[in-house]
């Protein structure tokens, strides 16, 4: 479960990591704004972002939930990546078998994520307990 704190702490860090993608944005629009091709190639990378939020979701792992969708969201983008820059033969048309196992994967890991971090939880408040008894 969340708490009060943990909500806040997550808003605030997607607070953070939209800002810092707005002004990367924004810096990279102000120096070439002459270049529109340049301007116009950084689009490749905007799966990158998505890696980006992938990560805040992952770190630190409040739930097993959160975890998985944040570990998605990482593999999307490292695919969209993947696709549009041509890695390793990689193309739309013959790579979106590789959203279908992403997709199930996280189905497969998300209750046994949760269940981890439930008893990892749950680990904690009965050590924290012991110590205040003691």
Known sequence: MQTEVDRARLKLRRQVIWGLTLVAFGLAYLINRDDHETVARLWTYWPLVLVAFGIGNMLPPFDGRRFV???????????FYATFEGLWGLTFQNSWPLLIIVAGA??????????YFERKAGGQTTQQSTREEA
């Open 69 to 79: 969708d944040g570990l998605s969201q990482v593999l999307f983008g490292a695919w």
């Open 106 to 115: 996280g189905m497969v890991l998300q209750p046994l994520a949760s269940r």
